[in-house]
């Protein structure tokens, strides 16, 4: 089960990867990611 989880993390993380097309797009997307983690955090208190 954990071999079957690990192969899919691996595949989600690749195909992440792969969406960006630059480094600098790869920093945009983490960091809009953290801005939605941060107003999410920021409702739920």
């Not at 945009?28 to 941060?38: A, L, T, V, W």
Request: proline fraction near 0%.
């Amino acid at each position: 089960m954990k071999k079957i989880i690990s192969v899919f993390s691996i595949l989600a993380f690749t195909l992440g990867l792969a969406a960006c097309n630059t480094m600098s797009g790869m920093g945009k997307d983490i960091e809009r990611g953290g801005e939605k983690i941060q107003g999410s955090a920021e409702k739920n208190k």
